[in-house]
């Protein structure tokens, strides 16, 4: 099994910028379509950001242009710049270990105006 762990969430101001990481108890290479969504209160679960079994990488239209998701070997990152009040929400990774999804406990960012 694997286990994810989100951090660098917290409160911003909006127009500021913050830096998620995820962290695998596993080398995160060994996990699969990795990609952060993020549930907003009263919300459904958005995906936010992946990166594909080829490297391609992809983002909800609404964070295109502000956000950039990258990884190295030990790590996924979610770098979130000009954040508004609407990206206030709950943070998580996720992925494939073989042919099981695996979610982090997720990490709140709050952005206010």
């Known amino acids: 099994q694997v286990q994810l762990v989100e951090s660098g969430g917290g409160l911003v101001q909006a127009g500021g910028s913050l830096r998620l990481s995820c962290a695998a108890s596993?080398?995160?290479?060994?996990?699969?379509?990795v990609a952060w969504s993020r549930q907003a209160p009263g919300k459904q679960r958005e995906l936010v950001a992946g990166?594909?079994?080829?490297?391609n990488k992809h983002y909800a239209d609404s964070v295109k242009g502000r956000f950039t998701v990258s990884r190295d070997n030990r790590k996924l990152y979610l770098q979130m710049n000009e954040l508004t009040p609407e990206d206030t929400a709950v943070y998580y990774c996720?992925?494939?270990?073989?042919?099981?999804?695996?979610w982090g406990q997720g990490t709140q960012v709050t952005v206010s105006s």
């Open positions: 596993r080398n995160i290479n060994s996990i699969s379509d």
């Open positions: 996720h992925g494939k270990y073989g042919t099981v999804s695996v």
């Open positions: 990166i594909g079994v080829r490297g």
